[in-house]
């Protein structure tokens, strides 16, 4: 696993080991990444989720001012922690280890972008995404990866639920606020 763009182009990341963990594999990140490319540079970014913290690190990579990790795991936080260190994001990157619910309901400022990748047919997509909508700036986009067995919700807070991008057994699936 690597960074593809940026400041920190062809950087190794590290990831956890086991079955716990599920890495976006780089071809469908490429693509997301392909998709978001005019929205990143100087945007605030949440991984949520975060594991390896690969997609908050792509996106500082390529311009964006910040960008925030949640995860439960202190293995994951860890984890995310030396690979920030190996980009050279320290200046711009926070680590918070706890429960996403928590923190959604006490976080301060928007984000401009929100990336959720939770543990596939947990229930927690479905959970997470009305909080995420929540602490989404005016104007953010959310992206949900999801199994494409997994069905997602039409609408989440002031959030509608846009176009599905399907690579192999995969979805991304982008939500933006709705037209008031």
Do not use: C, W
Not at 2 to 10: L, P, Y
Not at 19 to 26: A, K, L, Q
Not at 60 to 66: C, K, V
Not at 99 to 118: C, H, K, N, V
């Amino acid at each position: 696993m690597r960074i593809i763009a940026g400041t920190a182009r062809g950087r190794r990341l590290e990831t956890r080991e086991g079955m716990e963990v599920r890495p976006t594999p780089e071809r469908v990140k490429e693509a997301l990444f392909n998709i978001l490319q005019f929205q990143i540079e100087g945007r605030r970014v949440l991984d949520l989720f975060a594991g390896s913290g690969q997609l908050g690190l792509e996106a500082l990579s390529r311009g964006a001012a910040e960008a925030v990790f949640v995860d439960a795991s202190r293995e994951s936080a860890d984890v995310v922690r030396r690979n920030i260190a190996a980009v050279r994001a320290e200046g711009r990157a926070k680590v918070f280890q706890t429960d996403y619910e928590a923190f959604l309901l006490r976080r301060q400022e928007p984000f401009d972008i929100i990336f959720l990748d939770p543990p596939y047919r947990s229930g927690l997509l479905e959970k997470a995404l009305p909080l995420a909508a929540a602490a989404a700036a005016p104007g953010g986009t959310i992206v949900a990866e999801h199994p494409t067995d997994e069905e997602v919700p039409e609408t989440a807070g002031g959030f509608r639920r846009g176009r599905s991008y399907r690579y192999g057994k995969i979805y991304l699936t982008l939500y933006r606020r709705e037209e008031e």
